[in-house]
């Protein structure tokens, strides 16, 4: 089977890939403006186009008609951007994966489109969030971090609309807080803004800085071990009939956690897997201080999986663990890390850990 991950530089891309390649049948086609983070995956075993398909329209179509089946990852996905370039995150986030929609449906290829938990966005009912059942909710224009919600939110309504005319083969999915080695970038001690928590978490303990809780840290996200998501992915390439045209959230209902737990948490797996207390501290800033103006945050409830675990996938691994492999990957790079700290969760084999 030949499969193009579009975005395969990217967090999740990257571990697609990895995980991908561990069946000799399958023929990788990756494409990224960059391949930083494929860096360690041998390069003769998949093909890379290191180009930006919003200029290079000629080398989406020609990938596109070369697949089996296509995974579309191509998004800004940081609060930050959302408030300080929207215009980029409409254009990026709804034009161009709309046109990586309309060449799915010109070559008659199976697109599997990552959107977000964000969609939810305020949505409150004190119920799990539910594909099928839970209104989306999100806060007014002038708070612009809810172009990003607004434009995956459209990305659904067009891609089904399609589905359902019976133009476009289509799952998509609604990825909750997967965590991993490779998350976004790390920045340098006070930074603001850029990466997602889990990043700035982890640079303010690498490098001492401080551990910014914006807005006290009381709201909830549930965290997912990036491995469960390569789970996850396997159910949608193995059962293109039972998932076509379906949303999909994918998460860990179990791993629910408010900010400030997860800040205290990581504290606490540092002490464990380096022997030594964090210099970081725990300082509060306001939303708008640390991302600009136009922010608002989302109290975000945790997914319903029973439309997952009816396909037979459920997320195995808990928020300590999935915390610990991912700040094990930094303190290692780190040369942090002691040499009694537990070892992985997973067992790596070969060219990455597997994803079941
Ligand atoms: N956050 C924080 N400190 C940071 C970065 C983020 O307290 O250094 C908060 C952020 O305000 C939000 C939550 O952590 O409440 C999750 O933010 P993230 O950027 O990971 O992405 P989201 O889940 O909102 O898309």
Not at 128 to 147: A, C, F, M
Not at 298 to 315: C, E, Q, T, Y
Request: include cysteine.
């Amino acid at each position: 089977m030949r499969i193009v991950i579009l975005g395969a530089g990217g967090f999740i891309g990257s571990h697609l890939v990895e995980h991908l390649l561990c069946d000799d049948r399958t023929r990788v086609l990756a494409l990224d403006v960059t391949d930083e983070k494929l860096e360690s995956i041998p390069r003769d075993k998949y093909v890379l186009h290191q180009a930006d398909v919003r200029h290079t329209p000629e080398i989406l179509d020609s990938v596109v008609s070369e697949a089996d089946v296509v995974v579309d990852l191509i998004a800004y996905a940081n609060p930050s951007i959302y408030v300080t370039s929207p215009i980029k995150v409409f254009e990026l986030n709804f034009m161009q994966n709309l046109r990586v929609a309309e060449a799915c449906m010109k070559h008659r290829k199976r697109l599997i489109q990552y959107s977000s938990a964000e969609v939810y966005g305020k949505a409150d009912r004190g119920q799990l969030y539910s594909e099928e059942t839970t209104d989306l909710v999100h806060g007014p224009v002038n708070k612009q971090r809810w172009i990003y919600a607004s434009a995956k939110m459209l990305l659904e309504r067009v891609l089904y609309a399609h589905g359902e005319a019976g133009d476009l083969d289509c799952t998509i999915v609604r990825p909750f807080n997967f965590v991993g080695s490779r998350f976004d970038y790390l920045v340098p001690a006070g930074s603001m803004g850029g990466p997602r928590v889990f990043a700035h978490f982890m640079s303010a303990l690498l490098t001492g800085g401080p551990m910014y809780l914006v807005d006290g840290g009381s709201v909830h996200r549930a965290f997912m071990h990036i491995s469960d998501a390569n789970a996850a992915f396997q159910v949608f390439l193995d059962r293109p009939e039972e998932t076509r045209n379906e949303i999909f959230n994918v998460g860990n209902p179990d791993n629910n956690v408010t900010i400030r737990e997860a800040a205290s948490l990581m504290i606490d797996l540092f002490e464990e897997l380096t022997g030594n207390s964090p210099t970081s501290e725990i300082t509060e800033v306001s939303g708008e201080e640390f991302y600009g103006r136009g922010y608002e945050d989302a109290d975000r409830l945790p997914p319903d999986i029973s439309k997952m675990r009816r396909l037979g996938w459920a997320p195995k691994r808990d928020i300590r663990t999935t915390f610990r492999d991912a700040m094990r990957y930094y303190l290692d790079r780190a040369g942090l890390l002691a040499v009694s700290s537990p070892a992985l969760s997973h067992e790596v084999v070969g060219l990455g850990a597997k994803g079941t």
